[in-house]
């Protein structure tokens, strides 16, 4: 098992899975381990359904048909600013043409880059799937704040036990298709998908991760 900076550090997006499950006792130890998360006076807003299995095949089939006919979606909620900062977008725009580039997609091969982002409404091939979210009347920027820790948490635990995930808001656009799917979530707000399970070895795609800043350019000390 990873220590916690050991996860922290080696934990990126994973885009191709081993079709095997991560085993149930596992996955309750990751989630009790998620759910210490802090939140604004302990309200704990946050909501996490796991879909795998029958259930998860039928609505990777949806989202597949969905997205192949081109159907309109529409999110709970609006991801980031429009337009994005010039800092933000320049660096948006280097993660996607470099993962083209990675993947050996050519900038004006249209139909491979549909083939890419087809791989968002599949989850990666991913075994299982938790979806986070929370009720739709606590859409606040602080709910959000206390739900990403329990999504790091997620993530982290997931790490640390040689397992991977890869934090999807792209498959929110189809968030009523996804209360079709999950009982009980009429009243639910999602913010986004977690598909997870054992990275593929020698994976090609696994293998990219994009530069991070230097410190310089986001952290200061004031003395």
């Given at each position: ?85 010039d800092a933000w977008m320049a660096r948006a725009r280097e993660t996607g043409f470099g993962i083209f580039k990675h ?99 020698g994976s090609h795609v696994n293998a990219f991760q994009p530069a991070r800043l230097p410190l310089a350019d986001w ?5």
């Amino acid at each position: 098992m990873l220590t916690a900076l050991e996860a922290i550090n080696a934990r990126r997006s994973i885009r191709e899975f081993e079709s095997e499950l991560v085993p149930a006792d596992v996955v309750q130890q990751v989630v009790e381990a998620a759910g210490r998360a802090p939140s604004s006076k302990n309200t704990q807003p946050w909501q996490l359904i796991l879909v795998q299995g029958a259930a998860l095949e039928r609505l990777r089939a949806d989202f597949l048909a969905a997205f192949d006919a081109s159907r309109p979606g529409k999110p709970d909620y609006r991801y980031a600013p429009d337009p994005l900062p010039d800092a933000w977008m320049a660096r948006a725009r280097e993660t996607g043409f470099g993962i083209f580039k990675h993947k050996g997609i050519g900038r004006d091969d249209a139909e491979k880059r549909r083939a890419h982002d087809r791989e968002n409404f599949r989850f990666f091939g991913a075994p299982q799937v938790f979806f986070l979210g929370t009720q739709k009347s606590a859409h606040a920027h602080g709910t959000f704040l206390d739900c990403g820790f329990v999504l790091d948490n997620l993530m982290l635990a997931l790490t640390s036990l040689g397992y991977g995930s890869c934090p999807q808001f792209s498959i929110m656009v189809y968030a009523d298709l996804l209360r079709q799917h999950l009982p009980d979530s009429a009243d639910t707000l999602f913010i986004c998908g977690l598909p997870f399970g054992r990275p593929k070895p020698g994976s090609h795609v696994n293998a990219f991760q994009p530069a991070r800043l230097p410190l310089a350019d986001w952290f200061k000390v004031v003395e």
